[in-house]
């Protein structure tokens, strides 16, 4: 079973609906004894960096991630700001975060030329990664995002997308995944990840 996590926080009705393309099990829940026997866990994102932390505080989420991921090890797949929550403290709401991966949220460097927010499609160079298997290098996925997770242990990051600089895009640490970029708005290519994140539970 897999638990898509129900805050308030995250377009996890995109991510359904790739769930039931992949016929799989799943519960959009808040429920701490069904996310306990999950064999995965997705954090979707769409919103400001704090309100996603005090949606998940306000229902305790932390505390319960924080067993079910850090202590359980239940492997959990971040998606854009859900990414971001695992960091340390971001500069966005300037608010301390769940903490399972050390490291800032900073916001991207701009210009004229490289607007803020960093929108629309871009590409990643990949590692060799489990939720990468199959997919091209350089494939390009759907970015929406003014702010990116620099983590303190850059070995843990899977791969960069360009924008003025390179930017995180995906990373991988013990059983916490996370990517930037949106893969239930990437279509094939998001569709792949999801399935290859989901197989490799």
């Known amino acids: 079973?897999?638990?898509?996590?129900?805050?308030?926080?995250?377009?996890?009705k995109s991510v359904i609906n790739?769930?039931?393309?992949?016929?799989?099990?799943?519960?959009?829940?808040r429920n701490k004894d069904l996310i306990f026997n999950s064999k995965s866990i997705i954090l979707p994102g769409v919103?400001?960096?704090?309100?996603?932390?005090?949606?998940?505080?306000?229902?305790?989420?932390?505390?319960?991630?924080?067993?079910?991921?850090?202590?359980?090890?239940?492997?959990?797949?971040g998606i854009c700001s859900g990414m971001q929550s695992?960091?340390?403290?971001?500069?966005?709401?300037?608010?301390?975060g769940l903490n399972f991966i050390e490291g800032k949220v900073?916001?991207?460097?701009?210009?004229?030329?490289?607007r803020s927010?960093?929108?629309?499609?871009?590409?990643?160079?990949?590692?060799?990664?489990?939720?990468?298997?199959?997919?091209?290098?350089?494939?390009?996925?759907?970015?929406?995002?003014?702010?990116?997770?620099?983590?303190?242990?850059k070995e843990i990051i899977v791969n960069y997308t360009n924008y003025k600089n390179k930017i995180c895009a995906a990373i991988n640490h013990k059983n916490i995944y996370g990517v930037q970029f949106h893969p239930e708005k990437s279509f094939i290519e998001g569709y792949k990840l999801i399935k290859n994140f989901i197989e490799s539970c």
């Open 86 to 96: 695992f960091a340390s403290y971001s500069e966005e709401s300037d608010s301390a």
């Open 117 to 153: 927010p960093h929108m629309g499609w871009n590409k990643v160079n990949t590692k060799d990664n489990k939720i990468f298997k199959d997919i091209k290098n350089y494939t390009r996925f759907y970015f929406c995002h003014s702010f990116h997770l620099e983590p303190l242990n």
């Open 18 to 29: 790739i769930l039931k393309r992949i016929k799989v099990n799943y519960n959009l829940t």
């Open 47 to 77: 919103s400001n960096f704090g309100y996603c932390i005090n949606s998940l505080k306000s229902l305790e989420l932390d505390k319960i991630l924080h067993e079910a991921v850090i202590e359980k090890e239940i492997k959990i797949l």
């Open 1 to 12: 079973m897999i638990s898509v996590i129900d805050y308030d926080g995250g377009n996890f």
């Open 106 to 114: 900073k916001k991207i460097e701009h210009d004229e030329y490289y």
